[in-house]
């Protein structure tokens, strides 16, 4: 039977030195989340920096990377042994029913506990930032694997000491896991669906007619891009963004008396602040944040 090994844990609690000291030289392939993370990271375009929001789904893809990986290997016949964070029991879970459904494959896990004194020492000769109460605060989300989740053996190890131990089984924790997958999935389906929407009514904003507010003269036309192109208009999508502030005006006026203009007046921040804003001013920021949304259904106010 093939054998998959997980050697989890924090950061620097000693999971790559555990691996390099029992399975270095010995026919185990070595796979390393960190690796499946910067791939993800890479082919995502994110190098330096990743926004917020993105980096969730890039972790998510490398984990399903990683995972395929594993099942991969196990099909050709290799036995591996994969360094891992899995602070959550639903993660865990995902890839075990994943591998089981795939192989049939026995599988381990040892749980990196060091001691406070050499969890800090390892934090110190890697050099690595933040204090380590931090460190151990992140520790407080770790789920410590249960045998329910369907691992076959669970060590934990401490300084470099293996003790197997398989708390009471808690069924309990699949359900919870379970359903904390399902709502993740479904919150995912949700952004996804959001960002599809969003992509269609923007390209459609190329082609359908939309409201064009000219917010100098209070002239409003329901014209397509092309056609408000045609007689002058400034307006997105043509010039400028849906969404951020420039001028929208018609082909009779001009910048002066824009939102925009008012400003970037010399001597101020370039920050829309509405309170100091008249009436008239707020209708036009406000129809532009909600563009192109506020395009499409002709507004009362104006
Ligand atoms: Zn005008």
Redesign the pocket.
Known sequence: MRKVIFVIGATASGKTYFIDQNYAGRDFDILNVYDYQQRAYTEAGFRESIPFGEEFRCLLKAQNMLLEDIVARLQAGRDVVVEQTFYKAKRRIAYIERIREAVEASIEFYVMCPSDSQWEKNIENRKLDGRFEAFKRNMEDFEFPNPAEGIDQIYEVVDGIITLRMDEPKPEIMERAKEELAKEAERLKAEDDKRRRKKELLESMETRPFWHY?E??G?KEFVTAQEADDSGWDYPPRRGSFGVLSPR??G??CMVGTLYMKILAPGRLPVVLESELTPEELVTWRRIKGEPESLLKESPTQ
């Open positions: 000219c100098v003269c002239k005006t018609c009779n006026c």
